[in-house]
């Protein structure tokens, strides 16, 4: 009996804290209504909130290492190199062809060449060389000082002449020509010009068909200029000569049914 009276007594003395505990629960939710009306003092009130705005995002300033990310950077496009221009000094000199050498002298065979070889002998000497394209034969050899060229007794014309001097200041000549049209020879329509000591000069024409010479004229810058001619009716004329310009000398005829078949010159 005494231990049931002092349990009944430990409850007793309980139940008054139990009470109290359960009004004190119920303030804070009355505390909270009255928040929620509006009533809390403006210095209870909590702070507004921030206003926030779009931004990009900026990188801080000292990235940590695990969230420093280095983007790829592309490669560089290799550039494209043009080869330069091979200096002279480097590049490989270019295999040199054989020059042709100019052809020095008259060309072989001519007055000229043959006036060439007496220089060689007798440079300060005076002389002539020749020769004379017969027709039906072609150029004959030269000839040079009182040497025959053309043919003699065989009735062959002469169409065109090739003379040079040395040391007698040049020549000039001019061709007489067989007309078939009329009874004269007709002179070709100029001289010449002068030709200088050494060159070749020729008067008329080697052209298949070309008309013969019936005669010729020429004359010499100094000193005189002598001839004898073959007429193709007759023989060996005398010998004429003529001083230098403006005088001339002439060989065979005005006739245009004849012609000289040979001649000798000499200065």
Not at 34 to 49: M, Y
Not at 190 to 215: C, E, H, M, Q
Not at 219 to 234: L, W
Request: glycine fraction near 10%; charge should be positive; include cysteine.
């Amino acid at each position: 009996m005494l231990a049931a009276a002092a349990i009944v007594g430990a409850v007793l003395i309980s139940v008054p804290f139990l009470v109290a505990g359960q009004d004190d629960d119920r303030k804070p939710e009355k505390d909270q209504t009255q928040n929620a009306a509006g009533t809390v003092l403006d210095a209870q009130r909590p702070p507004a909130p921030e206003t926030y705005t779009s931004e990009s995002p900026k990188p801080s300033v000292k990235p940590s290492k695990k969230e420093t990310v280095k983007p790829s950077v592309p490669s560089a496009p290799k550039p494209v190199v043009v080869p330069p221009s091979p200096s002279p000094s480097t590049s490989k000199p270019a295999e040199k062809k054989p020059e042709k050498k100019a052809a020095t002298g008259p060309p072989p065979g001519t007055a000229a060449a043959a006036l060439a070889g007496l220089a060689k002998s007798d440079p300060q000497g005076r002389h002539i060389c020749y020769r004379a394209f017969v027709s039906g034969q072609g150029w004959q050899s030269a000839v040079c000082d009182g040497t025959m060229t053309g043919t003699a007794g065989q009735g062959k014309k002469i169409t065109a002449l090739n003379i040079a001097v040395g040391n007698v200041e040049g020549s000039s000549a001019n061709a007489l020509l067989h007309d078939g049209g009329s009874s004269s020879a007709k002179w070709a329509p100029s001289w010449t010009a002068v030709v200088g000591d050494g060159k070749n000069n020729y008067i008329g024409s080697s052209k298949p068909g070309a008309p013969f010479l019936t005669g010729f004229a020429m004359n010499v810058g100094k000193g005189n200029v002598c001839h004898t001619a073959k007429m193709q009716n007759g023989g060996w004329g005398q010998q004429f000569c003529k001083n230098g310009r403006p005088e001339y000398m002439f060989v065979g005829t005005t006739d245009n049914n004849n012609w000289f078949e040979a001649v000798k010159l000499t200065v």
